[in-house]
């Protein structure tokens, strides 16, 4: 792998899970009540190991959910990067690209809405959980079509199906 594509997708994936985090926390402030989000969510995670944090802080189960949240949006990033980067050869992967995307889109909302009832995944709104991953697509989205200024091309030569 390019050292090109583990740094554009790094970067990607630090402005996307930061953008997320930025939403969240205005979310939070916008309810009164501050980290809420990372809190349950890193409590969520953390029970899923099966790690309890009754003893823990709200400050360590922040960090800790935070650095899995960066984690994740690292290597989501790559991904784009390389595919952005295979785009750039092989045009025709921009349109399946762009079929994956939402498919992942339309998958990863139903999970949210099924994980609506699970008490600690019940505590985000589908809605907040929509706009906070709409905030991230397009943040990563146009860094990388920043990164690719030939992707615009290659998607419009992949949609009209000439190969």
């Keep these: 792998m390019r050292n090109g594509i583990l740094r554009e997708g790094s970067i990607a994936g630090v402005l996307g899970a930061s953008s997320v985090a930025v939403w969240f926390f205005f979310v939070d402030v916008a309810v009164r009540h501050p980290f809420q989000t990372p809190i349950e969510l890193g409590r969520g995670f953390f029970t899923l190991f099966g790690q309890t944090t009754n003893g823990n802080t709200d400050l360590l189960v922040v960090i800790g959910y935070t650095v899995f949240h960066y984690l994740a949006f690292i290597v989501a990033g790559v991904v784009v990067a390389a595919v952005a ?5 092989q045009p025709t992967v921009m349109a399946g690209a762009l079929i994956l995307f939402v498919a992942f889109e339309v998958g ?3 999970l949210t809405s099924a994980f609506s009832d699970v ?7 589908w809605y907040d959980v ?6 991230a697509a397009l943040t990563m989205g146009a860094y990388m079509w920043r990164q690719h200024p030939r992707l ?5 030569y992949a949609l009209e199906g000439k190969e």
């Design 85 to 89: 980067d295979w785009a750039e050869r």
């Design 108 to 110: 990863f909302y139903a």
């Design 119 to 125: 008490p600690v995944f019940g505590v985000l709104a």
């Design 130 to 135: 929509a706009v906070g991953n709409l905030i």
């Design 152 to 156: 615009a091309t290659n998607l419009v």
